[in-house]
């Protein structure tokens, strides 16, 4: 079985000789366990601030063993009655092709016509982050007008979505003229923004918000999160989700300039991580079922085939190789 390490930790953008593909053999099963073959995996941008030797909400990946991210299996051996071959199950044992488990670290998958990968995406954790975001931290009510940047991402398209079901103007940022195109086209978001074509990025984000913003979904940071301020309207909530801007700078990120907005027009800005708000999970995944049962929401899936362009679909999330879910297919 082939697995993926970290063999150093990467200073700035990471290359693909901070990784290593390690063949290994499979040990026997003992009593109460199962091997589990990985159909498919996660990349995400947090992977890369637990490449960094740091005290953080999530323990560090050690050097020269595998690394982990959530994935989509199946059993395919069992000395475990409650989970016989053939059952399909996500953990968050990804980057490598096989694993054994006792069962402990393993969710059986339901049965529903989705695709199993969704649970990577649209009805897993960038799904539920969507929704925690939205609805626990930034508390969306209908009418608000959202702005949502990284917004063809598996988070950002899920933000775009959900805010339009529930009644909102929905603006978002990308980073080409094709997302746009996808947004605007297919997911019916009211105006985006290229933040990469731009030569204002402010003055644009104002004219896709012309009613200014009460919802900045924050996936970026920097000049994105400085020209929100200046554009939030009175009593605007800010839920910042992510950074992506700031996980490969090698020097501290200056400060917005512009904080004091907070202040000015009572705002509110909160962060949060998708793993607190677990309990909502069952809501969320049952709302989600239906909207996506009644053909309301939709998702992309960017795939790299193989074990061995994990790192390549890693690294790829940084330079917006990506709309929507960002995954890799093991053969
Ligand atoms: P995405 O699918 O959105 O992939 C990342 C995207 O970010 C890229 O496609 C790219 O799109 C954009 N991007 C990359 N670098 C930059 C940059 N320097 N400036 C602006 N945009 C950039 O990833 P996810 O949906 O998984 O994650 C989105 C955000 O949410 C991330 O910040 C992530 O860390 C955060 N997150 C937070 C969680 C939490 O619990 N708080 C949980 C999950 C995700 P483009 O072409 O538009 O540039």
Not at 6 to 32: D, H, I, Q, W, Y
Not at 296 to 311: C, I, Y
Request: aromatic fraction near 8%; include cysteine.
């Amino acid at each position: 079985s082939c697995e993926i390490h970290l063999t150093r930790r990467p200073e700035g953008l990471p290359n693909k000789e901070c990784f290593k593909l390690v063949t290994r053999t499979v040990a026997e099963l003992k009593e109460g366990e199962v091997l589990v073959k990985n159909h498919w995996m996660s990349v995400d941008p947090y992977m890369r601030g637990r490449m960094i030797d740091q005290k953080s909400y999530v323990e560090p990946f050690a050097l020269d063993t595998p690394l982990e991210g959530g994935a989509i299996g199946e059993v395919v051996e069992s000395l475990n009655p409650s989970l016989p071959e053939g059952t399909r199950v996500s953990s968050m044992n990804g980057w490598r092709e096989y694993f054994i488990s006792n069962g402990k670290d393993l969710q059986s998958l339901p049965d529903t016509s989705v695709e199993d990968q969704a649970f990577l995406g649209i009805l897993g954790m960038p799904g539920m982050t969507a929704w925690a975001g939205l609805m626990q931290i930034a508390k969306l009510k209908e009418g608000d007008h959202v702005f949502v940047s990284a917004a063809s991402g598996a988070v950002g398209s899920t933000v775009c979505q959900i805010a339009k079901l529930k009644g909102c103007y929905v603006a978002g940022s990308v980073g080409s003229d094709e997302k746009a195109r996808y947004l605007m086209g297919e997911l019916n978001v009211d105006s985006v923004v290229n933040y990469k074509t731009t030569s204002d990025l402010q003055s644009d984000i104002a004219k896709a918000c012309p009613e200014g913003i009460d919802v900045y979904f924050e996936n970026v940071g920097g000049k994105h999160l400085e020209a929100a301020l200046n554009l939030m309207n009175e009593h605007g909530r800010i839920a910042v989700c992510g950074m992506i801007d700031q996980y490969n700078t090698t020097n501290p990120t200056p400060g917005p300039s512009n904080l004091s907005q907070l202040i000015i027009k009572k705002l509110k800005m909160q962060g949060f991580i998708v793993s607190d708000h677990w309990e909502h999970y069952p809501a969320f995944v049952q709302q989600m079922s239906q909207w996506i049962q009644e053909g309301k929401v939709s998702w992309k899936e960017t795939v790299f085939e193989g074990l061995e362009q994990a790192p390549e679909a890693f690294l790829g999330l940084f330079s917006g190789v990506n709309t929507g879910k960002m995954l890799v297919k093991l053969s």
